[in-house]
């Protein structure tokens, strides 16, 4: 059975920082592009950041270009989200999720979710 778990989720204050971590297990991922969404209260779920299976081509929504990375060891089986200078219009959940089609930016193209990680960001 295949399991995506997301933790490092909290509360944090304006400009403040955190590190999300999805944990993947149940089969090997290495091959798929490793994606993080979110969503926040009343909003649909958006896209995050994606990484491809090699972990060099990234890519990243507007809204967090230049303040979130994305990154992932295959070794571990595990996708990260660093989350610098945090703004309160970055509070939502955050869902990590896999795709067979490296470089999606739509949630239908993604297979796998995990249950996700609140995060809140206060001003």
């Known amino acids: 059975q295949v399991q995506l778990v997301e933790s490092g989720g909290g509360l944090v204050q304006a400009g403040g920082s955190l590190r999300l971590s999805?944990?993947?297990?149940?089969?090997?991922?290495?091959?798929?592009?490793?994606?993080?969404?979110?969503?926040?209260?009343?909003?649909?779920?958006?896209?995050?950041?994606?990484?491809?299976?090699?972990?060099?081509?990234?890519?990243?929504?507007?809204?967090?270009?230049?303040?979130?990375?994305?990154?992932?060891?295959?070794?571990?089986?595990?996708?990260?989200?660093?989350?610098?200078?945090?703004?309160p219009e970055d509070t939502a959940v955050y869902y990590c999720a896999a795709t067979a089609t490296p470089g999606s930016v739509t949630t239908m193209q993604y297979r796998y979710w995990g249950r996700g990680t609140q995060v809140t960001v206060s001003s």
Not at 59 to 72: C, H, L, N, P, Q
């Open 22 to 87: 999805c944990a993947i297990s149940g089969r090997t991922f290495s091959r798929h592009g490793l994606g993080w969404f979110r969503q926040a209260p009343g909003k649909e779920r958006e896209f995050v950041a994606t990484v491809a299976w090699g972990g060099l081509s990234t890519y990243y929504a507007d809204s967090v270009k230049g303040r979130f990375t994305i990154s992932r060891d295959n070794a571990k089986n595990t996708v990260y989200l660093q989350m610098d200078s945090l703004k």
